[in-house]
């Protein structure tokens, strides 16, 4: 079955420290793979997304995410968290076939960041 | 106005009554999405819709009826829902379905008593 898993449902970092958020997937397709960050009240905002070519990518707000398909994992990473990064990061995973469109989402991580 | 936008923002209803969530998109895009956030669950994607047509339903009950009348404009119409229906509703659009980003509404808070 298709699935999208984020082990962690809460981290707690260190302003300043360095960060990183794990997801594995589970698909039979080629999978397009996505990190979005949804601050409260706010709705979902895209920070990287991967499709194809060098597996390390970059986004917003100085996070990158590094895609290892022998893992099957696609994991965040920023190397100085700020306060201001405080929110909850989802995963998502899609897929387009012949026979299969699909778009799954992680549990998400709640990330909380000490002063 | 730009991005997407969706009214109204907070929504109380009985199990008898009927609503319609409201999403509007300003960025000239393809592609429109529903989805439902509970607490503690994963994003569901409820429903699809590419150049106004519907590509995707995944099992949601007929309880829910959406409706897209043009490309910038989607509906969810709501009728005899359940308190576990209670929720997060997000919109969304992109250029093209699927491949590309997705950019989201601020949501819907949605109680159903």
């Known amino acids: 079955a298709q699935s999208v898993t984020q082990p962690d449902i809460h981290i707690t970092v260190s302003e300043g420290a360095s960060l990183e958020l794990r997801c594995n997937y589970s698909y039979g397709a080629t999978p397009y793979l996505f990190w979005y960050v949804q601050s409260p009240g706010q709705g979902l905002q895209l920070l990287l997304k991967?499709?194809?070519?060098?597996?390390l990518v970059q986004g917003i707000k100085g996070f990158e995410a590094e895609f290892k398909r022998s893992q099957s994992s696609f994991n965040l990473r920023k190397p100085s968290v700020h306060w201001s990064d405080a929110a909850e990061y989802f995963c998502?995973?899609?897929?387009?076939?012949?026979?299969?469109?699909?778009?799954?989402f992680g549990a998400g991580t709640r990330l909380t960041v000490k002063p | 106005e730009t991005g997407v936008t969706q009214t109204p923002r907070h929504l109380v209803m009985g199990m008898t009554n009927k609503k319609s969530l409201k999403c509007e998109q300003h960025l000239g895009h393809n592609a429109m999405y529903w989805y439902k956030q509970s607490a503690k669950k994963p994003l569901e994607l409820m429903f699809v819709y590419s150049l106004e047509e519907r590509v995707e339903n995944n099992s949601v009950p007929s309880r829910f009826s959406p409706e897209c009348p043009n490309s910038s404009h989607l509906f969810l119409h709501l009728h005899t829902l359940q308190p576990e229906d209670s929720a997060l509703y997000l919109c969304?659009?992109?250029?093209?379905?699927?491949?590309?980003?997705?950019?989201f509404g601020p949501g819907t808070r949605l109680l159903v008593l």
């Open positions: 998502a995973v899609g897929a387009r076939s012949y026979n299969n469109n699909d778009m799954r």
């Open positions: 969304a659009s992109s250029q093209e379905a699927w491949r590309e980003t997705q950019y």
């Open positions: 991967y499709f194809s070519g060098d597996t």
